[in-house]
C-alpha cells in the first residue's frame, strides 16, 4: 500500500515540476521587425485562406509551414478548419476568381524561419521549440497546445 | 490535334513550373503566381454525331495574377484546340481590404456557376457544366463576358457572416451568327455592343467560408450583327433580362449548389416580348478515399416557345440546348491536384433525347 501511496506521490511531484513543454505548442510567429502585435483568429483564418488582411496598412502576408505532417494536420484542423483537399481547393478557387496570390509555403523550418525574419509583413506558425530562443522572432500567441 | 497547340499547352505548363508556388514574397511588396488548370475528356454520346462546343478534347486554363500593393492586374488565358482566348484580363484597385474596383473583361457576377467555377475544369466536381450557364462561344445563351467596370465587396455581417455585392456595367455581347459575340481583347470586334448591367447580393453565413445564397441580376441590350439572325428574329435589337436566385452551401462531406433564373426577352422592333425560366440542382457528397459522386437535374420552361432561344441551334450534330438534362457521376482526386471524374447524363434537347458518357482528367499545376 505504502508502495502505491510513494509512486503516487512521485508521479504528482513529476507532473507538477515538468515544465509545459515548449514542443507541444504551435504558436504564431511574425518577424521581431514587424508591427504586428497581435492578430485575431478570424484574422488568422482569412490570412491563410488567401484574403486581403491589412496591418497599420500594411497587407500582411502568410506563409505555410509544412515542415512536418503534424503541423499541417494541426493547421487544417484549428485554423482553418478544413480538410486538406478543401483547404487546396478554396485556395485555388481564390487564385481562379480574383486572382488572389496563394499562400507560400515551405517545407524546411530553417527556410521558413529566414523568410519570416526578411518580410515584416510575414505570418507563419511554427513549433515553439524551433522559434522560442530565435531573438529575430516576435512570437504573438499560442494557437494550439497539447 | 495540330502540334502548335500541343506545344502551346506544353509551353503552358513548362512555365509553371519555375513558378511552383513562388509567390514571390519580396521587399518592394509585390507578389505575383501563376496557374494552370488542364483537363482532357473522353465522350460517347448516342443521336449526337459529334462532340459538343463546350467539350474541347483537351484545353488549358492558365490564370496569373499580380498584386502591388493596393493594385492588382489579373488574367485568364483559354487554349483548346479549337480556340485562345484572354477570357478575363482585368486590372483592380482594392480600396479596403475585400472591395476592389476592376476594369477590363470580367465574367458577369449574375452568373451562379461561372463565377464560382470560371474556366477552370478542375475546380468543378462534374465535367458538364448547366447548359443555362454556357459560355457565349458554345452557344450559350447569357452574355458571360461583359467589358467595363466591375464592383467587388465583402462585409462582416453579425457574429460569424458577411455579405457580399458585385456589380458590372460595360459592353454587353452582339447578336451574332447563332452565338453570342463578346469584345474580343486580342482579336477583331465588329463592334454593335451595347450596355450590360449585372449584379448580386450574396449572403455569406460565414466570411471566409465556402457557402453562400443570394440574390441575381442581369440587363443586356444585344444589338443584332448578322443578317441571318435579323431574318429570324425580325428585330436588330433585343434587350434580356435576368432574374435569379442561386443558393451554394457546403457542409462536409455535402454540397448542394442550386440556381433558377427567369429570362426576359423584349424584341424591340416587333414590341414582342418572351420569356423562360432554367435551373439546375447539383448534390455533391465526398466519400472516402477521397471520392465524390455527385448528381444533377436541369430543368427549364417555356425554352421551346423562345424565337431567341431557338437561334442558338445550329443543327450541327451537337446538342446546343437543352430542356432537361439528369447527370450523375464520380470523381476521384487520386492524388495532389488531379482528379479522373466519369458522368452519365440524359438530356432532352430542342430536337432529340440523348444520352451521354464522359470521362475527364484534370489537374491543376503547380
Not at chain 2, 463546350?54 to 488565358?77: C, M, N, S
Amino acid at each position: 500500500m505504502s508502495k502505491i501511496a510513494a509512486t503516487a506521490v512521485l508521479v504528482t511531484l513529476l507532473a507538477a515540476t515538468r515544465p509545459v513543454s515548449a514542443a507541444e505548442q504551435l504558436v504564431l510567429i511574425v518577424s521581431a521587425d514587424s508591427k504586428v502585435e497581435q492578430l485575431d483568429s478570424l484574422e488568422v483564418r482569412k490570412l491563410f485562406l488567401g484574403l486581403t488582411v491589412t496591418y497599420n496598412g500594411d497587407r500582411l502576408r502568410p506563409v505555410l509551414d509544412e515542415a512536418d505532417a503534424r503541423v499541417k494536420k494541426i493547421f487544417l484542423q484549428n485554423i482553418v478548419s478544413m480538410s486538406d483537399t478543401t483547404y487546396d481547393r478554396s485556395v485555388l478557387r481564390l487564385t481562379l476568381i480574383q486572382g488572389q496570390i496563394k499562400p507560400i509555403a515551405y517545407k524546411d523550418i530553417a527556410q521558413l524561419i529566414n523568410a519570416v525574419i526578411a518580410d515584416p509583413t510575414a505570418v507563419s506558425y511554427a513549433w515553439a521549440k524551433d522559434v522560442a530562443h530565435d531573438s529575430r522572432i516576435k512570437i504573438l500567441r499560442v494557437l494550439w497546445y497539447d | 490535334m495540330p502540334h502548335f497547340y500541343l506545344r502551346e499547352i506544353l509551353l503552358c505548363v513548362a512555365l509553371s513550373l519555375p513558378w511552383a508556388n513562388v509567390a514571390h514574397a519580396q521587399h518592394d511588396h509585390s507578389s505575383s503566381d501563376f496557374e494552370v488548370f488542364v483537363a482532357a475528356e473522353a465522350f460517347h454520346g448516342s443521336q449526337q454525331t459529334r462532340l459538343g462546343d463546350a467539350d474541347p478534347w483537351i484545353d488549358a486554363d492558365v490564370v496569373f495574377g499580380l498584386t502591388k500593393h493596393q493594385f492588382r492586374v489579373f488574367g485568364e488565358y483559354y487554349i483548346t484546340p479549337d480556340e485562345r482566348d484572354l477570357e478575363r484580363f482585368q486590372m483592380g484597385f482594392e480600396f479596403v481590404p475585400e472591395t476592389v474596383l476592376w476594369f477590363g473583361r470580367f465574367h458577369q457576377p449574375a452568373s451562379a456557376w461561372n463565377t464560382e467555377h470560371h474556366h477552370g475544369q478542375y475546380l468543378q466536381t462534374d465535367i458538364t457544366r448547366p447548359y443555362i450557364e454556357r459560355w457565349e462561344d458554345e452557344h450559350g445563351i447569357i452574355p458571360q463576358h461583359i467589358t467595363g467596370a466591375l464592383f467587388e465587396s465583402r462585409h462582416s455581417m453579425g457574429k460569424d457572416g458577411a455579405v457580399q455585392i458585385s456589380g458590372g456595367v460595360g459592353a454587353a455581347p452582339a447578336l451574332s451568327d447563332r452565338a453570342l459575340e463578346a469584345i474580343d481583347l486580342i482579336g477583331d470586334n465588329p463592334g454593335r455592343h451595347r450596355l450590360s448591367v449585372t449584379g448580386r447580393l450574396a449572403y455569406l453565413p460565414q466570411y471566409v467560408g465556402a457557402s453562400s445564397m443570394g440574390l441575381l441580376y442581369g440587363h443586356d441590350d444585344l444589338s443584332v450583327s448578322s443578317a441571318r439572325t435579323l431574318a429570324s428574329l425580325q428585330s436588330n435589337a433585343a434587350k434580356l433580362s435576368l432574374y435569379g436566385a442561386y443558393i451554394d452551401w457546403m457542409a462536409e462531406p455535402w454540397r448542394v449548389v442550386a440556381a433558377d433564373y427567369y429570362v426576359d426577352v423584349a424584341l424591340t422592333e416587333i414590341n414582342r416580348n418572351e420569356s423562360f425560366n432554367s435551373g439546375y440542382l447539383q448534390v455533391e457528397r465526398q466519400l472516402p478515399r477521397r471520392f465524390t459522386i455527385f448528381g444533377r437535374l436541369e430543368d427549364s420552361a417555356r425554352m421551346q416557345e423562345s424565337r431567341y432561344v431557338a437561334l442558338f441551334n445550329d443543327a450541327d450534330g451537337d446538342i446546343e440546348i437543352a430542356l432537361r438534362r439528369q447527370a450523375l457521376g464520380v470523381r476521384w482526386d487520386y492524388t495532389r491536384r488531379q482528379a479522373l471524374t466519369f458522368e452519365l447524363s440524359h438530356i432532352v434537347s430542342l430536337t432529340q433525347k440523348s444520352n451521354e458518357l464522359r470521362a475527364q482528367w484534370s489537374a491543376a499545376i503547380p
